[in-house]
């Protein structure tokens, strides 16, 4: 009677240890360049055309934990790219990224935050002189418009200082419900999921939170990854996508999720 008390829990242990030497092997081979690869040009056209509607089947909750248990292992404690000295100054860089590089904007904002860290150095600049600054950015000049307004905003309605609040963030020129996620996370340490092209590529591709738009995309992922992970889930998510979940020429080679990964454009892990 011991003997079948005990064998659940025997099997159960050895299906965990068998799926963590395997998630070892996975990153081993990432390492090696080897995790997967790529199918033909044409495969993955029309593998990421299924992918943009959404149509991959969805990860299980064990396979989204797997997932996140190896980017923390890989990077404990991701950070964003944005250079910034203090909220004010991530929430006006990150408005400024909108379609735009983070090193496109890192290269202006050094000038910018050195001469105008705080809403009221910002609104005495002036916008003829924020335009200046930033002009090397995408949409520069309309951009400089809501620097200046989200500033007087800032003083007229907030203290000057920024709200950690979503609803208020939204109502600041300039700030959208992405940009709002990420001031939230960065600046007031709050789990939120901030959805760019990246996060929402990586999402569908892979079967990780499949969705038809970026809000889908949002609360899916918000619902599937363990809240232990929710802090650094959509830094990890960005990065992937930024550098191996590319979207012109994906580096399966380098994925340390490949085996989980649904997307039709890849072959199985590779041996």
Same mark, same amino acid.
């Given at each position: 009677m011991?003997?079948? !008390?005990?064998?659940?829990?025997?099997k159960?242990?050895?299906r965990?240890?068998?799926?963590? #030497?395997?998630?070892?092997?996975?990153?081993? +081979? +990432?390492?090696?360049?080897?995790?997967?690869?790529p199918? #033909?040009a044409k495969?993955?056209?029309e593998?990421?055309i299924?992918a943009e509607?959404g149509?991959?089947r969805p990860?299980t909750?064990a396979e989204?934990t797997?997932a996140?248990r190896r980017?923390q292992?890989?990077?404990?404690?991701p950070k964003?790219?944005?250079?910034?000295v203090?909220p004010?100054? $991530?929430?006006?860089?990150v408005?400024?990224s +909108?379609?735009?590089?983070?090193?496109?904007?890192?290269?202006?904002?050094?000038?910018?935050?050195?001469a105008a860290d !705080?809403p009221?150095?910002?609104?005495?600049?002036g916008?003829?002189?924020?335009?200046?600054?930033?002009?090397?950015i995408?949409?520069?000049?309309n951009k400089?418009?809501?620097?200046?307004?989200l500033s007087?905003? $800032?003083?007229?309605?907030?203290?000057g200082k920024v709200?950690?609040?979503?609803?208020l963030?939204?109502t600041l020129?300039?700030?959208?419900?992405k940009t709002?996620?990420v001031?939230?996370?960065?600046?007031?340490?709050?789990?939120?999921?901030a959805?760019? !092209?990246?996060v929402?590529r990586?999402?569908n591709r892979?079967?990780?939170?499949?969705?038809?738009?970026?809000?889908?995309?949002?609360?899916k992922?918000?619902?599937?990854?363990p809240?232990?992970?929710?802090?650094?889930?959509?830094?990890w998510l960005i990065l992937?996508?930024?550098?191996?979940?590319?979207?012109r020429k994906p580096l399966?080679?380098?994925?340390?999720?490949?085996?989980?990964?649904?997307?039709?454009?890849?072959?199985v892990l590779?041996?």
């Open positions: 011991a003997k079948k !008390t005990t064998r659940p829990a025997a159960a242990k050895k965990k240890a068998a799926s963590k #030497s395997a998630a070892k092997a996975v990153l081993r +081979a +990432a390492k090696a360049g080897k995790a997967a690869k199918k #033909s495969a993955q056209v593998a990421d299924v509607h149509d991959i990860w909750r989204v797997e996140f980017f292992s890989v990077d404990p404690a964003g790219e944005l250079q910034h203090n004010f100054t $991530l929430l006006v860089a408005v400024l +909108a379609q735009a590089t983070d090193a496109g904007v890192n290269k202006a904002t050094p000038a910018l935050f050195a !705080t009221e150095k910002m609104i005495a600049l916008e003829a002189q924020v335009r200046d600054l930033i002009k090397t995408g949409l520069y000049r400089a418009k809501n620097v200046i307004a007087e905003k $800032l003083i007229a309605e907030h203290g709200p950690g609040d979503r609803e963030l939204e020129p300039g700030v959208g419900r709002a996620n001031v939230l996370n960065m600046a007031f340490g709050q789990p939120t999921m959805v760019d !092209t990246h929402f990586v999402s892979t079967g990780l939170a499949p969705g038809k738009n970026v809000l889908e995309v949002e609360l992922l918000v619902e599937v990854i809240a232990e992970f929710m802090m650094h889930a959509h830094h992937h996508g930024r550098y191996v979940c590319l979207a399966c080679e380098k994925c340390i999720i490949a085996d989980l990964c649904r997307w039709p454009g890849k072959t590779a041996a």
